[in-house]
């Protein structure tokens, strides 16, 4: 790849922003044709992902998802650039618990662009509609004024060519995901996002430019996490979120199992969740709102009356019919055997017990007492699970305690999963935690309590299995 700086920038241009035409000749990325000012979509297409706040997790989800994900391109912590065949939409992004962006790259393969194309890219991408445009520039790698001049520049280009316009967002940050909603963004037919990235070290940038195709929608997770009838803020609550992040690897296990891969817009697997610490219900209601049948239990009575009438909101709420995706909730200890020969899960996806909510930082004394009551209710969850559900794949949390030396893990729960004869795995390209966890770790810096995400695949019973 052939990258030159362009050290003139003519009147007007943006200055000192440190540009530089790419000349990509690497045959399988996008390239804008100036010539034609035209978008054309690769066979291979690529697009940019901006992750949440736990990215190992939400890139962990996105290959989970994806298995011909190939990564292009990590330069940013929270942004990876990645090639697919699956055709992603705002239909897609609404199944993922991690990731708030999606763009999709709208560039040809070996030609030059440079940042002076963008105002001419924007009116191609806006179309032939009528009328004030909105628009948005998603940018990372370009410095606020540089920013600044870009989309003043956009919007000049749009009045000659007859299209006034209203830009959302300012030069230090990029539209809200809400707005993008909000000013119909995604679909094009009022307006739309460009993502510019500045991609690589300082002696071989890339330029790639994307259009923004799904955003995370922020009000519909509030409603769900906020406005449910029944919150027990008692003990740990599951953001509707991370519980899509399990359900998800709780997919990547069954295809795994089943030998199968998704197609290019294939529909959503019609599972049978199974969960056997349901709490209030966010991973059941997460099942609903996907079109999953949902398995729920708990120990606790109180829980169990929260977790129906959150069901019962849910169902109402989004007019999810019984006759469509079925639900049963009922009291169950974890440890006891498992009567489900009628209707057998495919997959047990669960946040056990994380123990009590902490508000300050646990002493040594506690933490030892914690992991030992956890160490004993895991074992007896997973000893009954492999039991009487010996075929069905785990995807659960553990409890991880904060310490001012580090995590605090569960150790002997191992022991238990090797004598079982679970198989520990991670979607492709996932980092494991450490050589003695093949797990994942969810934290946040003001809790004390983590949650170690733990994916379990039952032993090897057909040939089918990968």
Known sequence: MEVREVKEVREGGIPKVRQYALRLTFRTFHTFRTSSISCTLLRMPSYAAF???Q????????TALLPDCTVTDSSFPQIVVFQTMRELDQEFLKTLGGTMVIARSVLENTQSVTLEDVPQILLSALGSGRGKATF???TVGLTPKSVRMLYRRCKD???DAGRPSRYVGNEKKPALPLLLHQHDMLTGKRGCELVI???GKEEERTLWIGRTVAAQDVVAYTHRDVEKPVRDTTVGLLPPKLAQMLMNFGLFLVRSQRGELPTKRSKPLPLTVYDPFCGTGVIPMECLVRGWNVLA?????????GCTKNIEWIRKELKILKKDVASTVWKQDAGKPFDLKKTPPDVIVTETSLGPSLIARPTQKDVSKLKAESEKLQASFLENAAKTLPSVPIVCAWP???QKGGWVHLENIWKTVEKLKYRPMLPPHTDPLGPRHFSLLYQRSDQFVGREIVLLMPPKTTSKEA
Do not use: M, T, Y
Not at 55 to 62: F, G, I, K, Q, T
Not at 297 to 305: C, E, H, M, P
């Open 51 to 53: 992750l949440g706040h």
């Open 55 to 62: 990215p190992h997790l939400s890139l962990a989800e996105l």
């Open 136 to 138: 948005s520039l998603r």
């Open 157 to 159: 280009r749009l009045k």
């Open 197 to 199: 990235l500045i991609l």
């Open 297 to 305: 239990s708990d120990l606790s009575q109180k829980a169990v009356n």
């Open 400 to 402: 991880a305690w904060r």
